[in-house]
């Protein structure tokens, strides 16, 4: 699966954002589809994930801050970033996770740099 990612920029704090990330290729209909973060030098850590089922799973840094929504139609995953802070500078990657012949697959997009200056 190929995953296209979109959306990011620079914002002042308190800005919103949105990132949007379009899969094609061989896509089951059960996965899971999200959006994690990586700093230099650090773990990449989850930011939400959505399943196509609609179950919704975010970190706590940015719950209330962050929605996340997917068109199973489309293929498309979006990530809602409002009350932005300078924290939430980071290099946002697009993920989908399916199993494919019973085993678990995890493909990755290229990052999208996503900042908030102070």
């Known amino acids: 699966v190929q995953l296209q990612a979109s959306g990011g920029g620079l914002v002042q704090a308190g800005g919103s954002l949105r990132l949007s990330c379009a899969a094609s290729?061989?896509?089951?209909?059960?996965?899971?589809m999200g959006w994690y973060r990586q700093t230099p030098g650090k773990q990449r850590e989850l930011v939400a994930t959505t399943t196509s089922g609609g179950v919704t799973n975010y970190a706590d840094s940015v719950k209330g801050r962050f929605t996340i929504s997917r068109d199973n139609a489309k293929n498309t995953v979006h990530l809602q970033m409002n009350s932005l802070k300078p924290e939430d500078t980071n290099v946002y990657y697009c993920?989908?996770?399916?199993?494919?012949?019973?085993?678990?697959?995890?493909?990755w997009g290229k990052g999208t740099q996503v900042t908030v200056s102070s």
């Open positions: 993920n989908i996770k399916y199993y494919s012949g019973g085993y678990p697959i995890s493909d």
């Open positions: 290729g061989s896509i089951f209909s059960m996965n899971a």
